[in-house]
């Protein structure tokens, strides 16, 4: 067998995907796989490799979500990568980061080795072939295709595109108005004049909410139980003044991305050290954008510790200025049932809708949904724990990128591809092949926790998801969702020879 650096030299097009081999196969043309491919470039530019999605378009969740006001809840300049300086505003819409996006694809010569509508559905690793062998459909003609790879690098997120999370309430066959998943936006869907209610108070709620509210007859944020909101500048202090001083593009990324991971390293060190501290701060900003006399305790207050669950960006308290203007209302109640008009509450109100967003969160899915097997057995990752939240025990050749929930997930995507391409330069240099993280003697009775702690962060849709991931140990390199304060550190400093890697 050779080695991951025995292959062609050059860098055209890839080829087509029936019966092709690759060194690399990339699944996801969204912000991990793209920015995986750009550093592959870089350090590996006579690899030959492919990138797939199973979608029309890059982009990933920014090429799914095509609802009114979609975008960012991070701020660009760390969710932008690391060697590509952002040049708009903090927040930026989907379509800026889509064409961010795009700009990346071309500067790196990406597009001949994406291919769209190719869907993976399985995954099986040979000892004896040291190769991934990969089953993809093109879902735009039905077509099954076989592609071999050395190394698989899953880059698709941690959520289902194609179905987003919707409860089932009692009679919603009953509504005679529309209902939508702001996942599946339709592009007839008219707001206009209409009463509207939002099902759900995240990250989708506090963008679609201001976005609407000039445009419908009424909008209104049902919520069962309180979320934390941000309501900080839309910009941050220094950016101006940073820009006044015409500093070159690469000079201005790095500042603003320092600022920017400084306030969030903070802001997450307060929810674990001072959250009563944070809370108030979070109050105090409703309080002085909402009318007198609203019931922020009851609508704004949640139980669990701020950053327990995601705290929401109202980009300069726009939502609160929607709710202060009387175009949109927040109803905390929970949901008896549907009905020809709309929602019955259980605390006894109706409120009168014409369309409902159910914007409940999305389906969280592993490796996207992929059954993986090494060498015809299935792999059950439930009993598999995490190498650093990068690769799994017992599984070959195979690295994925999981964000941070706390920062941005670009910052992670850097950090993972990073220490990726050192263990991959690794097992160059020493003339190996495959490479598999496997447990020591000395970890080998370590407990098998779940993949989240709920104390740490116990969102629904990680909640929900629970007993379909992978496990994590109790101790360094078992351990994963650690913070990026904390990361930054430790990732660089992976010795890829450590005694979890083993190589042959």
């Not at 869907?189 to 609407?212: F, K, Q």
């Not at 105090?284 to 669990?304: K, M, T, V």
């Not at 960006?313 to 929970?334: C, F, H, M």
């Not at 799994?392 to 950090?415: C, H, K, Q």
Request: charged share 25%; net charge negative; aromatic share 10%.
């Amino acid at each position: 067998m050779g080695t991951l650096s025995d292959t062609a030299t050059g860098h055209a097009a890839a080829p087509a995907l029936d019966r092709a081999d690759f060194d690399f196969l990339i699944v996801g043309a969204g912000i991990s796989g793209i920015g995986a491919a750009c550093n592959l470039r870089q350090r590996f530019p006579e690899a030959t490799f492919a990138i797939l999605d199973a979608m029309a378009g890059f982009g990933g969740t920014w090429w799914t979500h095509r609802y009114p006001g979609a975008r960012s809840d991070s701020d660009l300049y760390t969710y932008g990568y690391s060697f590509k300086p952002w040049r708009g505003r903090s927040i930026a819409t989907a379509d800026e980061i889509r064409a961010y996006l795009g700009e990346v694809i071309a500067e790196n010569d990406l597009a001949p080795h994406i291919r769209y509508r190719h869907k993976l559905t399985a995954a099986d690793w040979s000892s004896q072939h040291q190769r991934w062998t990969l089953t993809v459909v093109r879902t735009d003609t039905d077509e099954t295709l076989t592609v071999t790879a050395r190394f698989l690098w899953m880059c698709a997120g941690y959520y289902d595109h194609g179905k987003g999370y919707t409860p089932q309430w009692r009679g919603m066959a009953d509504f005679q108005g529309r209902v939508v998943h702001p996942q599946h936006w339709p592009e007839d869907l008219d707001c206009t004049g209409r009463r509207v209610v939002v099902i759900g108070s995240g990250a989708t709620a506090a963008t679609l909410i201001p976005a609407l509210a000039d445009k419908a007859g009424h909008i209104t944020m049902l919520q069962r139980s309180p979320t934390f909101f941000s309501a900080d500048p839309r910009t941050h202090p220094l950016e101006e003044p940073l820009r006044a001083l015409n500093l070159p593009d690469d000079w201005m990324h790095e500042i603003m991305r320092r600022a920017h991971i400084a306030r969030g390293a903070e802001i997450i060190r307060m929810s674990f050290e001072q959250p009563d501290d944070l809370r108030a701060l979070f109050i105090e900003q409703a309080g002085a954008r909402l009318p007198e006399g609203f019931d922020i305790d009851r609508h704004f207050n949640p139980a669990y510790r701020p950053w327990q669950q995601r705290i929401a960006i109202t980009p300069d308290g726009d939502l609160y200025a929607a709710i202060r203007s009387g175009k949109a209302s927040v109803v905390t109640d929970t949901i008896e049932r549907f009905d020809a008009t709309g929602i019955q509450l259980g605390g006894g109100a109706h409120l009168d809708a014409d369309i409902i967003v159910t914007a409940t969160g999305f389906t969280m899915q592993l490796f996207g949904g992929v059954p993986f097997s090494v060498d015809g057995t299935a792999v059950d990752f439930t009993r598999r724990v995490t190498w650093r939240g990068v690769m799994i025990e017992g599984v070959p050749n195979m690295a994925y990128v999981m964000g941070y929930f706390r920062s941005s997930w670009t910052l992670r995507a850097d950090l993972i591809s990073d220490l990726m391409c050192r263990v991959i330069d690794h097992m160059r240099r020493e003339g190996r092949a495959v490479v598999e993280p496997r447990l020591t003697a000395a970890d080998a009775g370590m407990p098998r926790l779940p993949w989240m702690d709920p104390d740490n962060f116990n969102a629904g849709y990680v909640m929900r998801a629970q007993d379909r991931l992978f496990r994590q140990g109790d101790r360094a390199p078992w351990k994963h969702l650690l913070e990026y304060a904390e990361e930054a550190a430790t990732l660089p400093a992976v010795r890829p020879d450590e005694a979890a890697l083993t190589y042959r």
